[in-house]
């Protein structure tokens, strides 16, 4: 795959000294769906201020499509579509207005048929006449999505897509998110959402306090850092976690029916086999086993707690 984005050495201290980025080197490949997670004040919206062009980083360069951001602004900013966190669009305008002007800013030639796909892709062709203040407040953000799209760029940015959404709407998002990617625009987006990064991203970027701390194929990651969780179900239930048990650090589940175990899937011992022998040990009979991946959100967490840590 070609790469589409390339960041080297991005820094950006603010006026008042603050340095939100420090020295961020990224590169995103073309068609691919990158997310970008973070805490509050990580980092995450300078950072796609700057690719798009509307900061100016303090150090460091930045390539869309092959156009230096500095420049060739023109270039770049012509291969992105930036769907920012806050709805900013005339309430009073047409839904489709707004888009055709849109496109027009990038100096693109009228184009009603891509307009109209447009619209039809995002299931708002029905409502193209509705002024924006009409609509709903998913409708509002796919015009947002729309008019990022009306230029045909190739990379579409999303800060936060779903913030603050009801689950439905989410799911929507991703789904509708999962479609872009078909028609083979780049997507990044950023989210505090990490069900969101587990559910959409091929890959997975973790800033922190301007730092990229790790960039990673979001199964690989959760494969190298995820903890597995073992259920045993068992054939009659506990009142309490026997004391020879003590050591694997288990927990009582399901009222009693269950013994649940982290392990970590790396470790020379994982533990697994020495439990279900002392359970066997002690006449504890079981009925079932599985296991379950941790999720992002453990690994994300574990993450900036040991940054923090250290
Ligand atoms: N114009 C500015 N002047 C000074 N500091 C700023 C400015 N804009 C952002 N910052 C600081 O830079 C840091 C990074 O902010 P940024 O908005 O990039 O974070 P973020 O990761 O997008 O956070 P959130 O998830 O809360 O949106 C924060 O500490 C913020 O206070």
Known sequence: MASIIETEGLTKSYA???????????????????ALLGPNGAGKTTMISIICGIARASSGSVKVAGHDIVRDYRGARAA??????????????????????????????RNPAHVEKILRDLSLWDKRNAKILELSGGMKRRVMIAKALSHEPRVLFLDEPTAGVDVELRRDMWKLIGQLRETGVTIILTTHYIE??????????????????????????MKKLGKKTLTVVLAERLDAVPA?????????????QEIE?????????????????????????????????????????????QEKAA
Do not use: C
């Open 16 to 34: 008042s000294g603050f340095k939100a980025l420090n020295g961020v080197d990224l590169t995103i490949e073309e068609g691919e769906i990158f």
């Open 80 to 109: 992105i579509g930036l769907v920012p966190q806050e709805l900013s669009t005339d309430q009073f305008e047409r839904v489709i207005d707004t888009v055709t002007f849109s496109r027009g800013l990038f100096g693109k030639p």
């Open 196 to 221: 969101e990064a587990e559910e959409m991203a091929d890959r997975v970027g973790v800033i922190n306090r301007g730092e990229l701390m790790l960039v990673e194929d979001k199964t690989a990651l």
């Open 244 to 256: 020879e048990l003590a050591e694997w650090q288990v927990t009582l589940k399901g009222d009693g």
């Open 261 to 305: 175990y982290i392990f970590d899937t790396q470790a020379e011992r994982t533990g697994v086999s020495s439990l279900l022998r002392r359970l066997g040990d002690l006449g504890i009979g079981y009925k079932d086993l599985n296991t379950a991946q941790s999720s992002l959100e453990d690994i994300f967490v574990a993450l900036v707690h």
